[in-house]
Antibody
Framework: QVQLVESGGGLVKPGGSLRLSCVVSGFTFSGSYMAWLRQAPGKGPEWLAYISPSGGTRYYADSVRGRFSISRDNTQNSLYLQMNSLGAEDTAVFYC?????????????WGQGALVTVSS | DIQMTQSPSPQPAFVGDRVSITCRASQSVSSDLNWYQQKPGKAPNLLIYGASSLHSGVPSRFSGNGAGTDFTLTISNLQPEDCATYYCQQTNTTPWTFGQGTKVEIK
């Protein structure tokens, strides 16, 4: 059974930092591209970043490039998102997901989501 | 960035009806177009990838077609559990972008 479990969300003040984690089981994590997305209240999902299986390739959306950093630990089947300089516009539910090369990069597995609230 | 624009939410439909949702890309995305279903408080679920391929486990009443800039998701024989918001997403060019969503309701 596939599971992606995010943790690390919460309330953070503007300008603060937060690190999200996503632990994966049920598929070959070390052979999979992985990604982070977010969804602000009442909005559609927004893709933020992806990372290649080895971690050697990372790509970011303009909205987070330079502030957020995606990384992974294949020995721990874990994906991370380090978020710095957070602002109110970053308030959202954050999801880790797998973009599948076999499915035109559609996200075939998702976590349950972690809520991040940026507020003073 | 490629903008994805979905049709407005249709009028509530009856169980058994056929419902279609359209998605238009601001430039060609070839067939790199995916559809998702999302229910409140849950993560999106992949329904269709590559514009017309049904993801495993998805009921056959869901179908997709289109190429280039214009795409359609069709739900035939609408069921109560199909009440949800549907999103299109292009993966032809980064940043991968989603439409704003179309809500399907049952009468």
């Amino acid at each position: 059974q596939v599971q992606l479990v995010e943790s690390g969300g919460g309330l953070v003040k503007p300008g603060g930092s937060l690190r999200l984690s996503c632990v994966v089981s049920g598929f070959t994590f070390s052979g999979s591209y992985m990604a982070w997305l977010r969804q602000a209240p009442g909005k559609g999902p927004e893709w933020l970043a992806y990372i290649s299986p080895s971690g050697g390739t990372r790509y970011y959306a303009d909205s987070v490039r330079g502030r957020f950093s995606i990384s992974r630990d294949n020995t721990q089947n874990s994906l991370y998102l380090q978020m710095n300089s957070l602002g109110a516009e970053d308030t959202a539910v954050f999801y880790c997901a797998r973009p599948s090369q076999l499915r035109r990069w559609g996200f075939d597995y998702w976590g349950q989501g972690a809520l991040v609230t940026v507020s003073s | 960035d490629i903008q994805m624009t979905q049709s407005p939410s249709p009028q509530p439909a009856f169980v058994g009806d056929r419902v279609s949702i359209t998605c238009r890309a601001s430039q060609s995305v070839s067939s790199d177009l995916n559809w998702y279903q999302q229910k409140p408080g849950k993560a999106p679920n992949l329904l269709i990838y590559g514009a017309s391929s049904l993801h495993s486990g998805v009921p056959s009443r869901f179908s997709g077609n289109g190429a280039g800039t214009d795409f359609t998701l069709t739900i035939s024989n609408l069921q109560p559990e199909d009440c949800a918001t549907y999103y299109c997403q292009q993966t032809n060019t980064t940043p991968w972008t989603f439409g704003q969503g179309t809500k399907v309701e049952i009468k």
